[in-house]
T-cell receptor, first 115, second 112 residues
């Protein structure tokens, strides 16, 4: 079984709809992250969480919100989806380590299309 | 964050070594050098990281210049499965989180 899973894997929705993407991990890591990837570009950080009580904005958090329901679960919500949020979304986890040496483990991604 | 510069693309033949360069001339003394790769239709995958000394693991080797302004990821014998986008990323040491800032990376094509 995969260590980091994402659901759904693919989603097509309409402008204005609320969407939730879910991420679960069995690695026992405290840290979790949400990234988005646009065609031909690298990944950009949306939100990250160090533990259940810690939530932090990344570089592109506008239009998104997150919920850390448990150590193993981190959800990303689009409150009112818009077409430019069409992208590939990745969840990642990492364990606490020496600052700068964390290794991140990524899920398989969710392909979201907003019409 | 210090920036990295990588070639847009490189090509190799199967079973030959591949040297993927990365320039990071503004690297600070506590920045770690990380490499990730992203295979088609998959999430990024950790490859290797280092601080000052060269590093080896089962996937690759990392050669770091003495002045740390550049580094090279070495795949000793490329296979078709190594075709991917390779990202060189700097992470500031001492920060409280391992934020990854991805650039555009190098697209590696491996020919049979």
């Amino acid at each position: 079984d995969a260590d980091v899973t994402q659901t759904p894997r693919n989603r097509i929705t309409k402008t204005g709809k609320r969407i939730m993407l879910e991420c679960s991990q069995t690695k026992g890591h405290d840290r979790m992250y949400w990234y988005r990837q646009d065609p031909g570009l690298g990944l950009r950080l949306i939100y990250y969480s160090f533990d259940v009580k810690d939530i932090n904005k990344g570089e592109i958090s506008d239009g998104y919100s997150v919920s850390r329901q448990a150590q193993a679960k981190f959800s990303l919500s689009l409150e009112s989806a818009i077409p430019n949020q069409t992208a590939l979304y990745f969840c990642a986890t990492s364990d606490y380590g020496t600052g700068g040496a964390d290794t991140q483990y990524f899920g398989p991604g969710t392909r979201l299309t907003v019409l | 964050d210090a920036k990295t510069t990588q070639p847009n693309s490189m090509e190799s033949n199967e079973e030959e070594p591949v040297h993927l360069p990365c320039n990071h001339s503004t690297i600070s003394g506590t920045d770690y050098i990380h490499w990730y790769r992203q295979l088609p239709s998959q999430g990024p995958e950790y490859v290797i990281h280092g601080l000052t000394s060269n590093v080896n693991n089962r996937m690759a080797s990392l050669a770091i210049a003495e002045d740390r302004k550049s580094s090279t990821l070495i795949l000793h014998r490329a296979t078709l499965r190594d075709a991917a986008v390779y990202y060189c990323i700097l992470i500031a040491g001492g920060t409280s989180y391992g934020k990854l800032t991805f650039g555009q990376g190098t697209i590696l094509t491996v020919h049979p």
